[in-house]
């Protein structure tokens, strides 16, 4: 069964930094990886789809890259602003299923 | 882009009742809706697959006759929580998969999520 882990849990930085989220899988056959973004008390919002046919995706500030071979895949937010401050889930799909979602990264980003 | 809605955002109910929630693919026709549940703090468990014209497929643990999942047509699921107690209070979201022929096979859109306080 597809399990999704995210690290950290919970990560705090200053404005202006650049960081890192971290999300394995322990089924390397998807299909597709999505990264979301999710403000408290509200839906989803995606950021970036990667087909696993492909090595990255990008979206202004954010850079979403995939391993499908060992599993991996790493959200880079360059220049991190306030705004940023959310939870990010990483969900990975296997061909024709349900995206299966880690727990999230919840982001603060202080001024 | 794709777009999904779901009625109402917010619903109050008392213990007992039943509540249905709609989801709704706007500018596309959807043969494939999934319904996941967010309990506060936590992440989306899926909870069921909805393919129009058929009957739902739960997830391990999720009871089918308390959660009603009816898929009629290409454009709409509807999922009917039961005589609902508090501890099916939680956030319910809705999305739809993208249709055969589109740029990305199997992305899924998100409904905005219906939160769901049973008293």
């Known amino acids: 069964k597809q399990e999704v882990t995210q690290i950290p849990a919970a990560l705090s930085v200053p404005e202006g930094e650049n960081l890192v989220l971290n999300c394995s899988f322990t089924d390397s056959a998807i299909y597709n990886l999505q990264w979301f973004r999710q403000d408290p008390g509200k839906g989803l919002t995606s950021l970036l789809l990667?087909?696993?046919?492909?090595r990255e995706q990008t979206s202004g500030r954010l850079n979403a890259s995939l391993d499908k071979s060992s599993g991996r895949s790493t959200l880079y937010i360059a220049a991190s602003q306030p705004g940023d401050s959310a939870t990010y889930l990483c969900a990975v799909n296997i061909e024709g299923t349900a995206l299966i979602f880690g727990k999230g990264t919840t982001l603060s980003v202080s001024s | 882009g794709a777009v999904v809605s779901q009625h109402p955002s917010w619903v109050i109910c008392k213990s007992g009742t039943s509540v249905k929630i709609e989801c709704r693919s706007l500018d596309f026709q959807a043969t494939t809706m999934f319904w996941y549940r967010q309990f506060p703090k936590q992440s989306l468990m899926l909870m069921a697959t909805?393919?129009?014209?058929?009957?739902?497929?739960?997830e391990q643990g999720v009871e089918k006759d308390k959660f009603l999942i009816n898929h009629a047509s290409l454009t709409l699921s509807t999922l009917t929580v039961t005589s609902a107690h508090p501890e099916d209070s939680s956030f319910y979201i809705c999305?739809?998969?993208?249709?055969?022929?589109?740029?990305?096979?199997?992305?899924?859109?998100f409904g905005p999520g219906t939160r769901l306080t049973v008293t």
């Open positions: 999305s739809a998969r993208a249709p055969r022929g589109s740029g990305r096979p199997y992305e899924q859109y």
């Open positions: 909805s393919n129009e014209g058929s009957k739902a497929t739960y």
């Open positions: 990667i087909q696993s046919s492909q």
